[in-house]
């Protein structure tokens, strides 16, 4: 909200215009006229205390003759000078006046009159001045709520209200002309200044500003002297796509990349129905696969299913080693396939390294992963609806990856902040999944190592700490969050959560329901789209959604230090630091943890050191080269 500083002259039938002063200025309140200087054919100007004799608009003076005065000094009348006995003194510098005397006339009736009229004025410019910093005020004050206390209030008062009606909020949800999710035609004018004002203030901040990478460019378009794709194969492969959406996308990236390495054929992925969703969504349901075979007819040659003439043998079923080099491929699995002529690969998630890839196949991955896996018709369509729905009237919001949903807290052991039934109702669970290797956990101490999902009460800490106002709009990127009550802390802090369930209605979303994969890839669409990604835990949504906003420029990401979080989170609770001190050091040990470029290396294991998948770079991210 901007304030113009107004200037506001009073102007009097004597051409005296009304001057109030900087209230820092203790001295008496002046008001300035015109001053004048003789005409060309030598008459005087004549002033009388408290009056002035001045130009009309046609050069007239007071006896008639015409341009007989014309501007050039200024008369200075202060009031309430303590050498003046009725409280206005003229003092009058007249070019070309060598004599004083005779200039001055005694008082007159009129002049009374005239000094009584500028007691008034300046008693009137007293007040416009009390009321001019009342004004002021009002808005500074005005403003300091909209922003923090009020504001809040009033969006979860609103949102609160919107929410107790279903209907409401789907109508209100298919109007895309509304300023904001939870205004409708029934708010009052005030409500709307409040959430304009949130929202002002909001996209100017800082929070929102992406990291630097002016210097860094996409790069995985075919080099000038590839060869073209062998139209000889050497069979066919079999892959089944095994885990979540995001492990599958990774898993599919690599059997591409794997066939072109064998110099096979690749019929269309199957799908994972065996997860813990049970999902039994098709890659047809999921992805655009006319689009995904045409992108890649280049690089590889993929079918819809295998041909008649194949049908019939039996496929050799081999489970690949986990990140293989190529060579591996190239040397002990190519010779099964032209053996066989058909291969099953009963997995494929994270079946090729992160590093000591060639740039060739490091590229191919990310052609697939960037520009052919794209999803479905209905994903894409209704996460850009959400998208729109998200960015009312244009405001900024944060796509959060709260990921404290019961099984990822059962695989990892992590209870921080559960009851004792809740903690044994995971240790059950972990228990009964016999492919999850960890069965004794100490959470404890597996939190304080920066292995747990920050909790929801975490990660609202983390979000004001880092500078984000209660009326940041926040889209959900995870399932329900585990725990009685858990949600309540971020909830309170940040009025404006939403998800896939809020914004859409229930129409939109029939097509969805009991397809988690596809729910899932709904979320990716909106938080790869958001203005900054916060994610709580390293799990594939994560790192599949940050690695592809890095390759669109850099979007802003922000990477929890989740081992030295925790620890000023207890400092903070045991009351040992302020929040000031709190929010500072919050504040510090992300300065360089917002998705800025940085060198991907290779670690100690494959499992310890940084996926191709959450960061390409190097190998489809380049730094530019100055021109010389």
């Known amino acids: 909200m901007g304030h113009h500083t107004q200037h506001h002259h009073h102007n009097t039938s004597d051409g005296v215009s009304q001057r109030v002063n900087s209230p820092r200025f203790s001295g008496p309140m002046t008001r300035r006229a015109h001053s004048f200087k003789r005409n060309n054919n030598g008459s005087n100007a004549q002033t009388t205390a408290g009056t002035s004799t001045v130009c009309s608009g046609n050069g007239s003076n007071n006896n008639g003759s015409s341009n007989s005065l014309s501007l050039h000094h200024e008369i200075d009348l202060p009031l309430n000078s303590p050498r003046s006995e009725v409280g206005a003194v003229a003092s009058v510098s007249i070019e070309g006046l ?28 007293h007040w416009m001045f009390f009321v001019f910093c009342g004004v002021c005020l009002f808005l500074g004050v005005f403003k300091i709520c909209a922003t923090g206390w009020f504001g809040s209030a009033i969006e979860t008062v609103t949102s609160d209200q919107d929410l107790s009606d279903p209907s409401t909020i789907r109508l209100k949800l298919m109007d895309q002309g509304s300023r904001d999710y939870g205004y409708m035609e029934g708010r009052s004018k005030s409500d709307r200044i409040i959430m304009t004002v949130t929202s002002d203030v909001t996209e100017h901040s800082g929070i929102w500003s992406k990291p630097n990478s002016e210097n860094f460019t996409q790069c995985i378009d075919h080099s000038k002297n590839q060869k073209k794709r062998d139209s000889k194969t050497n069979g066919y492969i079999l892959v089944n796509a095994n885990g979540g959406l995001n492990q599958m996308r990774f898993g599919i990236c690599d059997m591409v990349a794997v066939a072109k390495v064998m110099k096979a054929t690749l019929v269309l992925p199957s799908l994972d129905h065996s997860s813990y969703w049970a999902d039994e969504s098709r ?61 099953y690969f009963t997995h494929s998630d994270s079946r090729l390294a992160n590093n000591d890839i060639q740039p060739s196949i490091q590229k191919l991955r990310c052609r697939v992963n ?27 919001y944060l796509a959060l990856h709260l990921r404290y949903e019961k ?37 404890t101490e597996r939190r304080l190592l920066g292995g747990c999902p920050l909790t929801p009460r975490e990660t609202s800490l983390l979000l004001r700490a880092l500078g984000f106002p209660p009326s940041t709009r926040i889209y959900l990127v995870a399932g329900e969050a585990y725990g009685n009550g858990s949600m309540e802390p971020l909830k309170e802090d940040f009025p404006n959560i939403f ?38 835990y390293d799990g594939n949504m994560a790192k599949a959604v940050q690695g592809h906003r890095r390759f669109e420029n850099f979007k802003k990401t922000i990477s929890p230090d989740r081992m030295n979080f925790v620890k000023l989170v207890d400092e903070y609770d045991e009351g040992n630091i302020s929040w000031k ?48």
Request: glycine share 6%.
């Open 499 to 536: 998800s896939h369930s809020s914004l859409s209605t229930e129409e939109e979303l029939n097509p969805f329901k009991n397809h988690q994969n596809m729910l899932a890839g709904l979320d990716y669409v909106v938080a790869l789209q958001s203005d900054v990604f916060l994610y709580t």
């Open 283 to 343: 890659f047809k349901d999921l992805f655009d696969w006319k689009h995904f075979i045409k992108t890649l007819k280049d690089d590889v040659h993929i079918v819809e299913r295998i041909p008649p003439e194949y049908s019939g043998i039996e496929p050799f079923n081999k489970t690949p080693i986990s990140w293989s080099k190529v060579s591996y491929y190239k040397t002990e699995v190519r010779p099964l396939l032209k053996q066989h002529k058909v291969i």
């Open 407 to 443: 099984d990822m807290l059962a695989f990892t052991g992590c209870s921080h902040s559960l009851t004792a039934e809740e903690d044994d109702e995971l240790g059950r669970m972990r228990y009964e999944v016999s492919h999850w290797k960890e069965k004794e956990i100490n959470g």
């Open 98 to 125: 060598s004599q004083r005397k005779g200039l001055w006339r005694k008082p007159s009736v009129g002049s009374m009159v005239l000094e009584f009229g500028l007691k008034e004025r300046k008693k009137l410019g």
């Open 370 to 396: 960037y520009r052919a896996l794209k999803y479905s018709a209905p994903i894409e369509e209704l996460g850009n609806t959400l998208i729109s729905r998200m960015r009312q009237n244009g405001s900024p």
């Open 581 to 628: 001190k709190f929010s500072s050091k919050v504040k510090k040990l992300h300065q360089d943890r917002a998705g800025g470029p940085y060198i991907r290396e290779p670690g100690e294991s494959p499992k310890l050191e940084e996926s191709f998948y959450a960061n390409p770079l190097p190998g489809c991210i380049c730094e530019r080269r100055e021109e010389m």
